[in-house]
DNA sequence: TCACTCATGTAATTGGTTACATGATTAG
DNA sequence: CTAATCATGTAACCAATTACATGAGTGA
């Protein structure tokens, strides 16, 4: 974690926006994309509960059950809230990895639309540049007998291509159906 | 860095086994691939360097111009060489993120190739599990009218279609070629 | 009986970032 | 004349990992 400027800490606070839920909870959320953008351990996720619940940013609710563990299942609060809104609103970093591109994605619900389309414009701006210069390099590359060294290149090209498609009829999309502005559905 | 056991340590064994470079070169390098998978700073680059050095992982050769900083350029000694096999061969994070498998897969021309295979068959079969598992959610979330929450969705699914599509093709251009080891699928 | 899921947490360590310091050379 | 590129490095800080500790319930 804390990829391109996002911690922990925002991605909790942002999680917790869309849904209330517990360490257990956000663990198994975040499992489930490790293969893409990895997962923190339960060490960084518990302190982190900890700590903003100490600053007031959740409040918990909790579910005793005799003997063992209790269920404890946090809410974002007004606090929270703010913190994760004033976070949002600072500038993310000029070129982020694709995790952190992701992170930002998965938390898109609480940016404000301008700013999400300007950070997929970036996004796209900055992969097809480096999807070019990824060609250029494999056809210096093409020359050499090596073949495992092309590997990673290639898989960067078949990536960097499928983002660029992805990125571009989503890009497509929001342009598109606001002619004027309104439709917001 | 350290995704997935990859530390910048090895990685810069990994590539000065391919050449010698210099810090700057290093960082270089790395940049051109930030939009994938990040990159580290000089903060930890040159660090690792001086360290490596100290344990005669790598050696150096200092082309000093008058009034500015030399040019170092390392160069891996056969201790390094060792270190690296070493690593190599120590079992790689079961379910590794993209970034941790990009790093592997720039490292694979230090790899033995049934090591590589495996790999890649691994990341295959994880890949398709959780392609799966989205392709489900995306069918459970279709029916709320929460269009931001899909982004990160769509954007997963583009990958991983991506990513499977290469993973298939390279991994069958490895078994066919030598018909002799069975194919399984 | 064994392994896995559920469910929480802490302490020590470490890996890496941020910010600083320095300064020549080249391109616009 | 300014900005970027080349080129190295250090020190303070902090975020996150690893390893540990605990224990009930469920399914094979």
């Given at each position: 974690?804390?990829?391109g400027?996002?911690?922990?800490?925002?991605?909790?606070?942002?999680l917790?926006?869309?849904?209330?839920?517990?360490?257990y909870?956000?663990?198994?959320?975040?499992?489930?994309?490790?293969?893409l953008?990895?997962?923190?351990?339960y060490g960084s996720?518990?302190?982190?509960?900890?700590?903003?619940?100490e600053?007031e940013?959740?409040?918990?609710e909790?579910?005793?059950?005799?003997?063992?563990?209790?269920r404890?299942t946090?809410?974002?609060?007004?606090?929270?809230?703010?913190?994760?809104?004033?976070?949002?609103?600072?500038?993310?970093?000029?070129?982020?990895?694709?995790?952190?591109?992701?992170?930002?994605?998965?938390?898109a619900?609480?940016?404000?639309?301008?700013?999400?389309?300007a950070?997929?414009?970036?996004?796209?701006?900055?992969?097809?540049?480096?999807n070019?210069?990824l060609?250029?390099?494999?056809?210096?590359?093409?020359?050499?007998?090596?073949?495992?060294r092309?590997l990673?290149?290639?898989?960067?090209?078949?990536?960097?291509?499928?983002e660029?498609?992805?990125?571009?009829?989503?890009?497509?999309?929001?342009?598109?159906?606001?002619?004027?502005?309104a439709?917001d559905?």
């Amino acid at each position: 974690m804390a990829a391109g400027g996002v911690k922990v800490r925002h991605f909790i606070l942002g999680l917790l926006n869309e849904q209330s839920m517990s360490g257990y909870d956000i663990k198994r959320f975040l499992e489930s994309l490790s293969w893409l953008i990895g997962s923190p351990s339960y060490g960084s996720i518990y302190p982190t509960l900890k700590s903003l619940l100490e600053d007031e940013r959740v409040s918990v609710e909790i579910e005793s059950h005799p003997d063992r563990p209790p269920r404890k299942t946090y809410s974002l609060t007004e606090k929270g809230r703010q913190e994760l809104d004033q976070w949002i609103h600072e500038p993310a970093v000029s070129s982020p990895s694709l995790k952190a591109f992701v992170m930002r994605l998965i938390l898109a619900d609480n940016m404000p639309r301008d700013n999400l389309v300007a950070q997929l414009q970036g996004r796209r701006d900055m992969v097809a540049e480096q999807n070019a210069t990824l060609l250029e390099t494999a056809h210096t590359l093409r020359q050499e007998p090596n073949p495992e060294r092309r590997l990673a290149l290639d898989y960067g090209m078949a990536i960097a291509a499928a983002e660029l498609d992805w990125l571009d009829s989503v890009l497509n999309g929001f342009s598109l159906p606001s002619s004027g502005d309104a439709a917001d559905e």
